[in-house]
């Protein structure tokens, strides 16, 4: 057999296999930066921020080791196919992140950087502009709003300013706690533009509600 054979030739010199990897690094590290500037839980996941900096650069390199070489690219999938990843991405905003992760990693790889670094740069701008607008924030969401009160309608002896605290409600369940008194009520509530759970709470539980309990949605939850 010849030894020719069994070596891959690289079109690339090593000046542009370090400059794709670095763009790719760099493209990569504003990405993540984003991600943990618009994060809307409690904390972000650390490794998952590393992992958004990391896979770029490895996708990168990975497709300059393919590059147009069909037998490469067959034993990579087999090699992934092989792989199980148990993680699970509950958010589909980090699906999305991870997917761009990915994009410019083969923008970088490709050779194609104008298109990682533009495409880069809007997506950018996009998620700065939307988090800025509020779109992913606690009040964008709908909450659970547990309480107890001796009152039939309980909403209707909060004062006004207490009431405009919540944008919008529906009553998802009521249950009698005392026969003839006490009522457990659960709403679906989503908050007022400048209303925080921690007022809210302070508000109602001065007024005709006991036992206050705001649920926060699973996208504001999970670390």
């Not at 490895?58 to 300059?64: D, Q, R, V």
């Not at 909403?155 to 207490?162: I, T, Y």
């Amino acid at each position: 057999m010849n030894l020719d054979t069994l070596l891959i030739e690289v079109d690339y010199s090593p000046t542009q296999i370090i400059l794709g990897l670095l763009i790719a690094f760099a493209l990569g590290f504003i990405w993540a930066t984003v991600y943990r500037k618009t994060h809307t839980g409690i904390a972000y996941t650390r490794a998952f921020f590393l992992s958004l900096i990391l896979i770029p650069p490895i996708i990168a390199m990975i497709m300059m080791a393919i590059g147009s070489n069909v037998a490469l690219s067959l034993g990579l999938v087999g090699s992934l196919s092989v792989i199980r990843f148990r993680t699970a991405v509950k958010d589909t905003k980090d699906m999305t992140f991870l997917f761009m992760a990915v994009a410019i990693g083969l923008t970088a790889g490709a050779f194609v950087w104008l298109v990682g670094v533009i495409g880069t740069a809007i997506l950018v701008i996009i998620v700065l502009v939307m988090s800025r607008a509020g779109h992913d924030r606690a009040g964008s969401a709908d909450f659970i709003l547990i309480f107890r009160s001796d009152e039939r309608e309980p909403w209707d002896k909060l004062p006004e300013e207490a009431q405009s605290l919540i944008a919008w409600k529906q009553l998802r369940g009521a249950t009698e706690i005392v026969s003839g008194g006490e009522v457990e009520y659960t709403y679906n509530v989503r908050l007022a533009a400048k209303a925080s759970p921690e007022r809210i709470i302070s508000d109602l539980s001065a007024g005709a509600m006991r036992q206050v309990t705001m649920i926060a949605p699973e996208n504001h939850l999970d670390l």
